[in-house]
């Protein structure tokens, strides 16, 4: 049901732009509180970190619970983020607040994309979860540019006000919107736990992994990069990522759509991406032009990243959805986290404009881990009828 995939969209929107509405003010916060862009990256790299950490088992406790109360009680504690923020706290605190959502988020959107495809069938399944997913895009063209650009033209906390407004609506449009969801029939978490032991499954995690390190190794220092490597200012940077973000919402609509035909090709294609990527950015030099250009592209090919993530560990294990998609944000958040501290790295160490490189590294090592479960599937179909 379509309505569900929206309202699951728009709390998507909220917690992206809370999570990643960081990386367009980072500069910003490392000079307020006094230190290095680096260390500014924690703020993204340990809320990744805690849903590494803590994803799957969280999913698992509250697999029983009302999915409507999850969806809103996960909303509510980005929305105290948000609030808190804004007061431009001690760094210490802020970063204590910046965790805190990060044990829901994994929650909220295994309960989402659960909720999406509640009453879909098979076939329409990829498409609504697609439009869960086109959150990300969208909060990338709309919430995201736009807290950028408020905090260029006054101060850092008028982006996470910005972060509460979109909290408090999403927080209404699912309590009034959505009907209660009591859960009929729980799994057993041993049942659930089993997929862990699948080599394909295990592969297709370390897919997950490597593609979103190569991603973020430069996405997060999406402002520090363009500001550094290819001379732009705040104001500029805002509309890179205005630009970004509208090429991104097209990406997953596409994405979708091929998604249905073949997961393995399209997520291929987009995973390309970080190998395109370094070459472009390296060749266009300081060139206006050809810098918007290498941003579309960029987006166009990051922004499916997390929707063929998920949809391609999911397929490796159909009937553990809610658990598999809870496996694929925390190591899609793990993988945020290494690309977060190897990029920062490799900012302090050699220069910004190197970053790019890593992902391509790390970009061979996603298709090689594709490679891998292609292999084992096909030593499966071979084995199975012996088997028989």
Not at 97 to 115: D, E, G, K, M
Not at 286 to 301: A, K, Q, T, Y
Request: charge should be positive; proline fraction near 4%; aromatic fraction near 14%.
């Amino acid at each position: 049901m379509k309505k569900y995939a929206y309202i699951g969209c728009l709390g998507f929107i909220a917690v992206i732009t809370t999570e990643f509405g960081v990386i367009g003010i980072l500069p910003q916060l490392a000079e307020h509180y006094q230190i290095s862009i680096d260390k500014a990256g924690y703020l993204l790299s340990a809320f990744a970190l805690i849903i590494a950490m803590t994803g799957p088992f969280m999913t698992l406790l509250t697999s029983g619970f009302d999915r409507k109360k999850l969806m809103l009680a996960a909303i509510a504690v980005f929305l105290v983020t948000g609030v808190v923020s804004s007061f431009s706290p001690p760094f210490w605190l802020l970063m204590l607040v910046r965790i805190l959502p990060a044990f829901l988020q994994p929650v909220y959107i295994a309960t989402a994309l659960s909720v999406a495809v509640s009453k879909a069938d098979k076939k329409h399944e990829n498409q609504l979860m697609g439009i869960v997913f086109s959150g990300v895009a969208i909060a990338m063209v709309t919430t995201v540019p736009f807290a950028t650009w408020v905090a260029s033209m006054y101060t850092f906390e008028y982006s996470f006000i910005i972060q509460t407004i979109v909290s408090i609506i999403a927080l209404a449009a699912i309590y009034l919107s959505l009907p209660s969801m009591p859960v009929k029939e729980k799994k057993s978490y041993g049942s659930q736990l089993k997929i862990l032991t699948q080599p394909i499954f295990i592969t297709s995690t370390a897919m997950n992994f490597f593609m979103i390190t190569a991603w973020f190794s430069t996405y997060s220092y999406f402002a520090d990069y363009l500001n550094k490597a290819k001379g732009m200012d705040g104001t500029m940077i805002s509309y890179m990522l205005f630009l970004f973000g509208i090429v991104g919402v097209f990406a997953n609509w596409i994405a979708g759509k091929m998604l249905s035909k073949s997961i393995p090709k399209t997520t291929a294609f987009f995973l390309s991406g970080t190998l395109i990527m370094p070459v472009l950015l390296y060749i266009s030099s300081d060139h206006l032009i050809s810098n918007m250009i290498c941003i579309v592209i960029w987006g166009f090919m990051y922004s499916p990243s997390f929707l063929n993530a998920s949809t391609y560990m999911i397929s490796s294990v159909p009937g553990s959805m809610e658990f598999a998609n809870s496996l694929a944000t925390s190591f899609g958040n793990l993988g945020v986290t290494l690309g977060t501290t190897l990029g920062g790295w490799m900012i302090v160490s050699q220069g910004v404009v190197y970053n790019p490189w890593i992902g391509f590294v790390f970009g061979l090592l996603a298709f090689l881990m594709m490679i891998m479960r292609t292999v084992l599937e096909r030593r499966e179909k071979i084995m199975l009828p012996c088997q028989q």
